[in-house]
């Protein structure tokens, strides 16, 4: 089935292209195109814009801001995001890391949206055309979403704060049984002062554990300081059930590479 | 619907066709200009077998759209052979049985050019990461990871 693709120079414009029903936004191809080609029928129409702001990558004193159009391959290589750099590797393969973009990633359905576990954890905010919002906010609400995505920003975690985690069962390139996102702060003495935590596959969109965020608070990080988290790290948890694995393995592994993640 | 034009290099001379617009650029290569080598498997995105080069990057013909490849340049694998010489990763393909049924040959050489171009001397870890995104259910994958060492090996054999 043929699409009509409407290309626009700015997001003004393109935003208002959006409102037509049926009309989807066209950032890599890999969530949308992929939609058509198994005959999605909802999507009657397609819209793009080539303005510069959504494909620049920012980085200024600490804060950093990615148009919605990046790709994870330009996320991979860029030289002040290292610390991104595994999470935008963990998704899809070359080509796909080539086309794949950070706005289309907000709206990949679990077991995809491993980067948008990363950026949940980061605690991002997501600029769009009606205005910016925490990232959980956004993914709670994606799903009646028609702004158009800006851009992401966050604030770049101190050296070594991120961790990030995606298990899959074929390697190097496998779709998740589960990703993990944390971002830990310690004080002086060692316990954890701040601590987020987002998780991929166990709901149907990234989640964070809150639970086992607020267990982890003045606790130390080590095999004892972390088992109270771990014993609720299932909290809130509604784990798909996919070719991949059940809601249950997914449940029973969580608390050991949760484990992992945090002892590494 | 009305047609759109589209206009690409492929395989380094110029294309011009006019097409219905929203169509993958794997269907206008292969129903339209007539290049059959990247092949339709999953249009899921999932198997690689679609695999092109454009501008320089590994991307799926499937999931990308034809009129989005203005002005681009594209490769596919059936511009690899010059006059009847085989590249040497299409002759490497061949010598280590790394081909059975051969439908997933074309992208696994779209993927290992490219890593070839940028890393002439890859290591195995590479070229295991670089083909991550092509299935072969053929193979077991193992020749096909010692051809495109080969042709690497060959190609740094070539330059000295």
Sequence with gaps: ?264 | MAKVPVQFTLNGSEKAEFIDSGTTLLNALRDKIGDTSPKGGCHQGTCGACSVIIDGELRLSCLTLAETCNGASITTTSGLAEGGVLHPLQRAFLDAFATQCGFCTPGMIMAAKVLLDHTPNPSRDEVVEALSGNICRCTGYEPIIQAVLTAARANSQNAA
């Design chain 1, 1 to 264: 089935m043929a699409l009509a693709l409407q290309t626009f120079a700015t997001v003004k414009d393109a935003t208002a292209a959006l409102k037509v029903r049926g009309t989807r936004y066209l950032g890599g191809g890999t969530l949308v195109v992929r939609a058509a080609n198994e005959g999605d029928v909802s999507v009657s129409g397609l819209v793009r814009s080539t303005d510069p702001a959504l494909s620049s990558i920012a980085v200024v004193g600490g804060k950093v801001r990615i148009g919605a159009s990046v790709t994870m391959a330009a996320i991979a290589s860029h030289p002040d995001l290292g610390a991104l750099a595994k999470a935008a590797r963990a998704v899809g393969g070359p080509a796909i890391r080539n086309m794949a973009t950070v706005g289309g990633n907000l709206f990949a359905p679990a077991p995809y949206g491993d980067f948008a576990v990363a950026l949940l954890a980061l605690d991002a905010t997501v600029d769009t055309s009606d205005g910016e919002l925490p990232i959980e906010s956004f993914l709670a609400g994606r799903d009646d979403n028609h702004a158009l995505i800006i851009s992401v920003g966050f604030t770049l975690p101190k050296a070594g704060g991120f961790r990030f985690l995606k298990v899959s069962r074929v390697k190097p390139k496998g779709v998740s049984v589960l990703s993990i996102a944390a971002v830990l702060e310690q004080a002086a003495d060692g316990t954890v002062s701040s601590a987020r935590i987002a998780l991929g596959c166990m709901a149907d969109r990234p989640m964070r554990a809150n639970a086992a965020e607020n267990a982890l608070l003045g606790r130390t990080i080590d095999r004892e300081g972390i088992a109270a988290a771990l014993a609720v790290a299932g909290e809130g948890t509604s784990p798909i059930t996919d070719p991949i694995a059940s809601a249950w393995y997914r449940a029973e592994v969580l608390p050991v590479h949760l484990g992992r993640l945090l002892l590494s």
